[in-house]
């Protein structure tokens, strides 16, 4: 957009700075959020986030200079790591555990529809030619805070969390609210939950100490902040941040960059929806997050390859390879829907006892948001400099990540947290 580079720039330095600044939010808001889970509840840590989402998007909208564009991305950075952290712990925390992975893997579909929405205004707003063309998609991000911020009102509290201060009555009326009419469920749910919160909110978890203090709380620590990581690593957000960049790497530039980007985020919320639907409660966590890293070791090498042997420069650039390439852009988002993108808010959440959950889903999150500022620094700056080599980065990341996921990952599909709790800790003692 001409008006946005004419009033900020368009060096790589400042496009990291962009990013990475609200990825640095993100992190310090997913460092909090873990604080203002215990002490106010998931429902308005979330109402929180929004608030802060409000104030972000109104500065970054409103910017008249770098500076204020800046804070403002730490401002909206700071609501996304709360909410990132908060509402897959809200999810999985009223879910029954046979359709937990379906609703907490929605978090990632919403995501992608996020992105469709975002790439669709950004290419609709590059045929404004006046400064409304970035701060009209910088403004539509207070309407879904907004929404987001009176609709948590008519949510219930989580009734783990009820149990936790002590407001058990408020607790078991949630949960008869969650099951309908089939008291007996309800009530057998209630008495379990009751009996394990009560067991151990007398030992909860406010020193990030305890979340290695033993060998089986510290592989639940390495499994949930490991699958973080790894998510960052599969490379996935420096097609969603720079993918028009990577598309003029393969011939495709100016608005058509824009338009493939468009059509690009489309296919992966298509594959998200049918992978939550029909694979993730059935095969589990571990399988789809083996098969991610193995296909992104193949389509990184394939693309760095298109890359390394179709330079834009050369005057024998091959049009079919170059389409190839779009191709494994593509794929990746496809495979990273079925793999990483619902598995990791899952898996995440799902791992930690009651006593430690908020504060290791917190620490957690931090991890993704901390390799996501990374990646969003130094992304522009290796598409340009170091070029197909960049890629291969991370073919060596992601078949690290398989070797890793296959020896010490466990599976958590359908258990409930009670039992997770001694499965854990049978692994690792043995």
């Not at 990273?336 to 917190?362: H, M, N």
């Not at 980065?393 to 599909?413: A, G, Q, R, S, Y």
């Amino acid at each position: 957009m001409d008006h946005y580079t004419a009033r900020f720039g368009d060096n790589p330095d400042m496009k990291g700075a962009v990013v990475s600044t609200f990825n640095g939010g993100c992190f310090f808001g997913a460092a909090g959020a873990g604080w203002a889970n215990d002490k106010w509840g998931r429902k308005r840590t979330i109402q929180i986030g929004c608030l802060f989402a409000i104030w972000g998007g109104a500065m970054q909208s409103g910017a008249s200079n770098v500076a204020t564009l800046l804070v403002g991305r730490i401002i909206g950075g700071l609501a996304i790591g709360i909410l990132s952290m908060t509402v897959p712990l809200y999810n999985t925390e009223i879910a029954p555990p046979k359709i937990r992975g379906f609703l907490v893997g929605l978090t990632q579909q919403m995501l992608g529809i996020g992105f469709i929405v975002a790439n669709w205004v950004g290419y609709g707003s590059s045929f404004i030619k006046s400064d409304v063309s970035w701060r009209m998609p910088l403004g539509l991000q207070l309407v879904p805070a907004a929404l987001l911020f009176f609709g948590t009102h008519f949510l219930p509290y989580s009734p783990r969390w009820l149990l936790e201060v002590g407001r058990d009555e408020e607790a078991r009326a949630v949960v008869y609210r969650l099951h309908g009419n089939d008291k007996a469920s309800a009530e057998k749910e209630f008495t379990q939950m009751y009996d394990a919160i009560k067991a151990e909110v007398s030992v909860k978890s406010r020193r990030l100490s305890d979340l290695w203090a033993t060998r089986a709380m510290a592989r639940r620590t390495f499994v949930a902040v490991g699958v973080q990581v790894f998510c960052q690593l599969t490379g996935i957000n420096v097609i969603n941040y720079y993918g028009p960049q990577m598309y003029t790497s393969l011939g495709v530039t100016g608005s058509k960059a824009l338009l493939v980007q468009g059509i690009y985020g489309a296919i992966g919320p298509i594959a998200n929806l049918f992978f939550i639907i029909f694979v993730l409660d059935r095969v589990g966590r571990k399988k789809p997050l083996m098969f991610g890293a193995a296909s992104f070791v193949v389509t990184y090498s394939i693309l760095a390859a298109i890359l390394a042997t179709n330079p834009l420069d050369s005057p024998n650039v091959n049009a079919a390879a170059q389409r190839a390439g779009i191709a494994m852009i593509f794929l990746t988002s496809i495979f990273f829907s079925l793999s990483f993108g619902p598995v990791s808010w899952v898996l995440a959440s799902e791992v930690f006892p009651t006593a430690t959950r908020s504060l290791g889903t917190s620490v957690a999150t931090c991890s993704n948001w901390a390799f996501n500022t990374l990646i969003g620094q130094v992304s522009p700056l290796g598409i340009a400099k170091v070029q197909w080599k960049f890629y291969m980065l991370f073919v060596c990341l992601n078949f690290v990540d398989l070797i890793l996921i296959t020896m010490f990952f466990p599976e958590t599909k359908g258990k409930n947290f009670k039992f997770l709790l001694f499965a854990l800790a049978y692994i690792t003692a043995t």
